[in-house]
């Protein structure tokens, strides 16, 4: 069985990291590791990850953004496989299970990329596990917080780019697919993306429409 290490950066995420840790720990499938990294908080994000003792692995860094404490966390990861979350997101509940599925399933396959859901409120998020989730509203999951993939990848792609900021993560799903990494997409909904203030990925997203625009283009995922 692939062995899975959750990889989470956390900047100033103390209103949600704790969410965000309990929805991997509740998972059908449980990670052998969850790598928490907090890139330069000022809050109380640390206190909320000790919270969880010995089930969390916390590094601390100073801040240099979220495509480097991604770095941070996949150098001291030990998994065969590597699950990224950002620390405002929640997995889905089987979300661990389905994609270690797809690797174990299809060898070559070295990205399972699932879908995603969005949700602002508490009310919203109870919904999402209900059966009256309205389909509509699925999305393709070209985020960090809906992607599996195998460790030796990185081998092959490369780092996060953390000269980005915004981005890194598409940079990287864009450089695998030039490379030749075997990307497959999943119906499933693996994870809750959370819309709020500060999040990073409303000003990403047109970017990321763009890239599952030019991924359909050129048929180079399955």
């Not at 480097?68 to 929640?90: F, P, T």
């Not at 081998?155 to 990307?183: E, K, M």
Request: glycine share 6%; aromatic share 4%.
């Amino acid at each position: 069985m692939i062995s899975i290490s959750v990889v989470i950066p956390a900047w100033n995420a103390g209103r949600f990291i704790g969410d965000a840790i309990d929805s991997v720990l509740s998972q059908s499938a449980a990670p052998d590791e969850i790598i928490v990294v907090d890139d330069g908080s000022t809050d109380h994000t640390s206190d909320c990850v000790g919270k969880f003792g010995t089930r969390v692995t916390l590094i601390a860094q100073p801040n240099a953004g979220v495509a480097a404490a991604r770095n941070r966390g996949l150098a001291a990861a030990h998994g065969e496989a590597i699950a990224l979350l950002d620390a405002d997101d929640l997995m889905a509940p089987r979300r661990l299970e389905q994609q270690r599925a797809v690797l174990e399933h299809d060898p070559r396959c070295a990205i399972a990329l699932g879908k995603q859901l969005t949700f602002r409120t508490e009310q919203e998020r109870l919904a999402l596990d209900s059966s009256t989730v309205d389909h509509s509203a699925v999305r393709p999951g070209y985020v960090p917080s809906a992607a599996m993939m195998r460790a030796s990848v990185f081998d092959l792609v490369g780092p996060f780019d953390a000269a980005l900021r915004i981005g890194d993560f598409l940079d990287w799903i864009t450089r695998a697919q030039s490379r030749g990494a075997p990307i497959q997409q999943m119906e499933q909904v693996v994870v809750y993306r959370r819309l709020h203030e500060a999040s990073l990925s409303r000003s990403a997203g047109t970017q990321y429409a763009n890239l599952v625009h030019r991924l359909r283009r050129t048929g180079k995922t399955k």
